[in-house]
């Protein structure tokens, strides 16, 4: 399910897929340090998500904030790519968006909601309810191995 809304301040909206312009949201990507990304596999990224929110500043009519959640639908879910466009940063606009797409999951019954961060930010996270796993357990993440060319 998509979500969409409206909030207040700046002028924005929160917004379902519908509309998203790609490229733009691409450059807010870049702004807070993302790599660009092709904008053909964004689109089949956004295909399979489960929930998706974004902001788009009313004025300029392109996206300032966004983030998307991918899951099974029953049990688990985690959160992608939560960003905020530098110049929009601390207005709320980052708690907006989670704590929709929070309400969102949970409102599909989903308990266990995940997400991946960079060390600078997880402050902006534990507000919202999100802790290092209390069991201990740690996430890895498969590394390919480059063969050697001869």
């Known amino acids: 399910m998509l ?3 409206t909030i207040s301040t700046p002028p924005a909206s929160l917004r379902t897929a519908e509309g998203l312009n790609l490229d733009q949201l691409n450059s807010v990507f870049v702004a807070v340090g993302f790599p660009r990304r092709d904008t053909a596999k964004i ?3 956004l295909e ?3 929930a998706l929110l974004w ?6 009519q392109r996206p300032v904030a966004f983030a998307r959640a991918t899951g099974d639908g029953v049990f688990n879910a985690i959160i992608w790519d939560v960003v ?6 601390s207005c709320g606009l980052g708690k907006a968006v989670m704590e929709r797409l929070i309400e ?3 409102a599909k019954g989903i308990c266990n909601i995940a997400l991946y961060s960079e060390p600078r930010v ?3 996270y534990r507000p919202l309810g999100f802790v290092s796993d209390p069991d ?8 390919r191995k480059q063969r050697n060319k001869k």
Do not use: N, W
């Not at 905020?84 to 940063?89: G, I, M, N």
């Open 55 to 60: 902001v788009e500043y009313e004025k300029t």
């Open 43 to 45: 689109e089949v990224a």
């Open 122 to 124: 997880l402050g902006f």
């Open 84 to 89: 905020v466009d530098p110049s929009f940063q």
């Open 3 to 5: 979500l969409g809304g």
């Open 104 to 106: 969102d999951l949970q």
């Open 136 to 143: 201990g357990i740690r996430g890895m993440v498969f590394i």
């Open 48 to 50: 399979h998500t489960d």
